[in-house]
């Protein structure tokens, strides 16, 4: 009985060590702007502006950001946040973090999941997706009936979407130019 209960609580102790490992790797900072604004022992000065919203099954939010130390105005940090919010009863959001040297290649990501088609694999479905760092993600996918639709989600747990057009994609691109041009 006694061996039951020792492996019972080293099982345990064990177990909540590595539970408590995950959380810690799961909250790390996956960007610039997120590890900035974590910072402690600073005042953390943060500008943005809204470059615009679409909305279509829940909405996606473009802003400029602009991160700054109070203590020392040379250190800085811009780049782009996206908030997606989902539509229906709870209208839960999340916001994805995009460092401004991360931009290009999200256009890039932009460009060639708004022109994917169901050529780019010989099966029935498909989809095509890009990812940043901080957890953003659109995709381009066909539904049952051949239609192409996009998902636009941002977070990691907790990961909130929105449904767009796939013309819409354009949209959200424009912003995200907008918002380079900003910052």
Known sequence: MKKFVVTAVLALLF???????????????????????????????????TLGAIRGLGTVTVDARDFRDASNPKTRLTGVSITVKESGRLERENTAFIDSDEIASLLAGLDYVSKATKDVTPLTNFEAEYRTKGDFRITVYNDSS??????????????????????????????????????
């Not at 539970?19 to 943005?48: M, W």
């Open 15 to 49: 177990t909540s060590m590595a539970y408590g490992q995950d959380q810690a790797e799961t909250q790390k900072p996956a960007t610039k702007l997120e590890a900035f604004q974590a910072r402690t022992g600073i005042v953390v000065v943060r500008g943005f502006t």
């Open 146 to 183: 051949g239609e192409l639709s996009a998902a636009v989600s941002a977070g990691h747990i907790g990961k909130t979407s929105a449904y767009i057009k796939l013309q819409q994609i354009f949209e959200l691109r424009q912003l995200i130019l907008d918002a380079k041009s900003k910052i």
